[in-house]
């Protein structure tokens, strides 16, 4: 028997044309007046922030914008940001967008009401209190950070990602409205939704996991598996847009009071080192890190493979752990996912700075197998030469 925790305290809000009722969910929430909105470029100019910005001023609400952020967002943006929020008296902190613009909103609100750097609490040299309200709008189905209790922020002067993790560090408030993610690009439909997926797997298998997470997990993996292929072939596809969106929040249940592992640690450092976008980098790797876990741990990993429709109930766990390996390669290539030696930048002499960030990550030791420097290297190697 096992002794484990789980989390949430997140309101979640999901359907279409619940963004535009953000004001009313903030009014019954009494949280303030005065809000720092965080987004992209990229999601402002699709025409997705405009209309809540309008409806949140409308509604009586003090918006500042701040956009100055990065697909892989760094801690000199957090800073700016943490800034912008003093000088504009903010209250809380509304993310809408991706991953990028969650992770960004919640160091925001971190550091705007208490100062220091990111690394001060990634690294346990400041506590994690008086933490402005967060609000996520997910733009995208990948993260989860809407309902995770992590953000991942890139340490400008060493490259390295780190993930700073609290329970106060939740969103108080998600609201998911599928609407918001049809503009998406096929391209980053297929990233971001590979990327919920491996926090699906990632979270059901990693050391830490607990009987919830695996729960919760299975859906996601079935949910992203038959719907990803759609979403992607077909933006305006609302069923398959709604369904990801779900099974990207469910991924981040997951993952989000268990952990990620080995894939995350590799992906992150490639990401710290080349700006890769974090969903490709993950799909790099996947197959290549169930190869070595599965190694050690075949019966779960089957089990993987019959949830996912890789294999049948009737297949040995050995044929099953074989299907799911190939279905998942095949998958991502179905996706137009290009493989690690035809990302921009990636360099063999640069795979020992990739293996030791890879080490140094926070999550290597909840990997289902141990992990070693020689393991990540191998496992670099092997997918710089896969196709």
């Known amino acids: 028997m096992i002794s484990y925790s789980y989390y949430c305290s997140t309101r979640i809000e999901m359907g279409v044309g619940k963004a535009l009722q953000l004001p009313e969910y903030l009014r019954s929430m009494q949280a303030g007046s005065s809000i720092l909105l965080v987004s992209d470029p ?41 800034a912008q929020f003093r000088e504009a008296g903010a209250e809380m902190v509304v ?29 346990g040299q400041l506590p994690y209190q008086n933490i402005a309200p967060i609000i996520c709008v997910p733009t995208t189905a990948g993260t989860g950070s809407e309902v995770t209790r992590s953000a991942v922020i890139t340490e400008s002067s060493t490259h390295r990602k780190m993930t700073l993790k609290h329970a106060s560090l939740r969103p108080v408030l998600a609201v998911l409205d599928p609407a918001l993610t049809y503009s998406v690009p096929p391209a980053v439909t297929a990233a971001t939704g590979v990327d919920a997926l491996v926090h699906a797997i990632e979270g059901y298998t990693c050391k830490v996991t607990n009987p919830i997470s695996q729960a919760l997990g299975a859906k996601a993996m079935q949910t992203i598996v038959s719907a990803l292929p759609a979403a992607y072939a077909d933006g305006q596809n609302e069923a398959a847009r709604y369904s990801m969106l779900g099974g990207s929040m469910l991924a981040g249940l997951c993952f989000g009071s268990a952990d990620v592992a080995a894939v995350h640690c590799l992906a992150e450092a490639l990401g710290g080192l080349y700006d890769t976008p974090h969903g490709v980098a993950n799909s790099v790797f996947l197959p290549h890190v169930l190869r070595f876990n599965a190694a050690e741990n075949k019966p779960m990993h089957a089990t993987l493979s019959r949830t996912m429709g890789f294999a049948r109930d009737s297949d040995t766990d050995e044929l099953a752990v074989a299907k ?64």
């Open 95 to 123: 993310a809408i967008g991706g991953g990028s613009a969650m992770d960004t909103g919640k160091t925001i609100a971190l550091c705007g009401p208490n100062g220091g750097m990111p690394a001060d609490y990634a690294d």
């Open 324 to 387: 799911l390996i190939e279905g998942i390669a095949d998958f991502t290539k179905g996706l137009g996912i290009p493989a690690l030696s035809d990302l921009p930048g990636v360099r063999e002499e640069d795979f020992p700075r990739i293996v030791e960030l890879a080490v140094a990550n926070g999550s290597t030791p909840s990997n289902v197998r141990a992990i070693t420097a020689t393991d990540y290297l191998r496992i670099l190697e092997e997918a710089y030469r896969s196709r």
């Open 42 to 82: 990229g999601v402002i100019r699709a025409g997705l922030v405009e209309p809540i910005q309008n409806a949140l001023v409308e509604a009586g609400y003090t918006v500042t914008l701040f956009s100055s952020l990065s697909q892989n967002p760094r801690d000199t943006e957090c800073l700016a940001g943490a």
